[in-house]
């Protein structure tokens, strides 16, 4: 049992939560991490880091921990429709990368040790409350004190839950499922395949490494999804990856869209998917999710001394609501496309022809 409160006690250790873990305790904080499975853990996601993200990275000095063999350069994003038609574009200064999720994670958690934050996996959280003093956690290892709580827990967040700030979502449910190949990327683009049934996100990640995600709503594919089933619906994709074997066992994540009533309350944040979700298509929550970190690391030491208030979270807000337009915006018109395959068809074609009016498209959206 902790009698003396830890300035931060951040639930989740994917990268948002060890990112911001990392920033408070180089602020001088004491920062206790909590995470019910094994760390370093893997997770169904895109793995493309944008530059925005990057730039957070290179700051925590985790990049140079990345084994060569876990990264990929992504120097612009490609939309393949079914006929073969392309729209490309290059990426913003020196572009972005696609990290293995299992290296990251390995490189922002020594990043976490070294930096002198406590870290207690394979503890779950059981409960939590909230006193003029501090924040309350009943954990498996017994009761933690903390000062700030920062839920970093994931999409579908127990203490988004719990703090009553999810908000109702409407429309139909959005899901996805990742494997990898073990095969030579062929292009340093980041290829999204575009079906009237689903999307497929191609993301190099490696010398020998691609990492293939399937993204699709409710009452899109007539059979159970799976791999094979997928795959089969994307045949230009199917034939690049040829006889090529699985890299990883297939993970899912789903229903994608998350809202919330607001991001903080006293005491408490939100960070990363537990702070609101669109969608996978754009390849943006990794890149959000540490820009939002970053900004919620250099205000929590005046939260800390003003013990909780709010108030002291508005840089932090007025970043994440910024980020989040953003990204919703993008997501919302990649989606609302992928819906009207004539318009969309339409529109690529368009682009096609101005490629330097995409890349300005794509520079608003990640740089």
Request: include cysteine.
């Amino acid at each position: 049992m902790s009698r003396t409160p830890v300035d931060v006690a951040v639930v989740g250790g994917g990268p948002a939560g060890l990112a911001l873990a990392t920033m408070a305790a180089r602020r001088g904080l004491s920062v206790t991490l909590l995470e019910r499975a094994s760390l370093p853990h893997d997770k169904a996601c895109g793995e493309g880091v944008m530059p925005a993200g990057l730039g957070v990275l290179d700051r925590l000095g985790v990049l140079d921990r990345i084994p060569a063999a876990d990264w990929g350069p992504i120097r612009g994003v490609r939309y393949v429709q079914e006929d073969g038609s392309v729209l490309e574009g290059a990426l913003p200064g020196m572009g972005g990368l696609g990290i293995r999720r299992t290296a990251l994670s390995s490189a922002l958690l020594e990043a976490a040790r070294s930096s002198g934050v406590e870290v207690r996996d394979r503890t779950g959280l059981r409960g939590h409350r909230r006193t003029p003093e501090a924040m309350l956690l009943d954990t498996d290892a017994g009761t933690l004190s903390a000062r700030v709580l920062v839920a970093a827990d994931g999409l579908h967040s127990p203490l988004r839950r719990a703090e009553g700030l999810e908000a109702p979502v409407r429309g139909a449910r959005r899901f996805g499922v990742r494997q990898h190949f073990v095969a030579a990327p062929w292009t340093d683009r980041v290829e999204v395949h575009l079906s009237t049934h689903a999307e497929a996100y191609v993301t190099p990640c490696g010398p020998s490494r691609v990492g293939v995600a399937f993204l699709w709503s409710d009452g899109q594919l007539d059979t159970r999804p799976s791999i094979t089933s997928l795959l089969a619906g994307f045949p230009l994709l199917a034939e690049r990856l040829g006889r090529a074997e699985a890299g990883s066992e297939p993970m899912g994540a789903g229903p994608f869209r998350q809202r919330v009533r607001r991001r903080v309350a006293a005491r408490f944040a939100l960070l990363g998917d537990a702070g609101g979700y669109v969608d996978a298509i754009t390849g943006e929550g990794m890149s959000v999710a540490l820009v939002c970190a970053d900004a919620l690391g250099a205000c929590l030491p005046e939260v800390v001394d003003r013990e909780g208030d709010v108030r002291a979270f508005r840089p932090y807000v007025a970043t994440a609501r910024r980020e989040f337009r953003k990204y919703a915006w993008t997501a919302g018109a990649v989606l609302g496309l992928a819906r009207m395959p004539t318009l969309r068809r339409r529109l690529v074609t368009h682009l096609a022809r101005r490629p330097r009016t995409f890349e300005w498209l794509l520079a608003r959206t990640v740089g």
